[in-house]
């Protein structure tokens, strides 16, 4: 059992930059997937970028690949989530999530969640 805790959310500028962590207890942590979901208000959660067990393979949603960077440090239980160039689009509850096995694009096959944290990009 995992629980993911994130930091790093804040206010920041179009073309901007943020980096989010989220550290996670329990011994078992690298049996998990970590994503990142994201949701803004009145629309759906969001897949955003995903990170295997052993960090090697990365999976990204179509509206961030080239722009955000996902990876993780088993050592340190945690995963991180850099995000470059952002848009106003961007604006979301930032949530991190853990599944035991591989990465899944679909929020319901997470079991942990995050309690999230906000990132606005003001044009």
């Known amino acids: 059992q995992v629980q993911p805790v994130e930091s790093g959310g804040g206010s920041v500028q179009a073309g901007g930059s943020l980096r989010l962590s989220c550290a996670t207890s329990?011994?078992?942590?690298?049996?998990?997937?970590m994503s990142w979901f994201r949701q803004a208000p009145g629309k759906e959660r969001e897949f955003v970028a995903g990170?295997?067990?052993?960090?090697?393979?990365?999976n990204y949603g179509d509206s961030v690949r080239g722009r955000f960077t996902v990876s993780r440090d088993n050592a340190k239980n945690s995963v991180y989530l850099q995000m470059n160039t952002l848009k106003p689009e961007d604006t979301a509850v930032y949530y991190c999530?853990?599944?035991?096995?591989?990465?899944?694009?679909?929020?319901?096959?997470?079991?942990?969640w995050g309690q999230g944290t906000q990132v606005t990009v003001s044009s």
């Open positions: 999530a853990a599944r035991d096995g591989f990465v899944s694009y679909y929020a319901d096959d997470y079991t942990y």
């Open positions: 329990g011994r078992t942590y690298s049996d998990y997937g």
């Open positions: 990170v295997s067990r052993s960090g090697v393979i990365t």
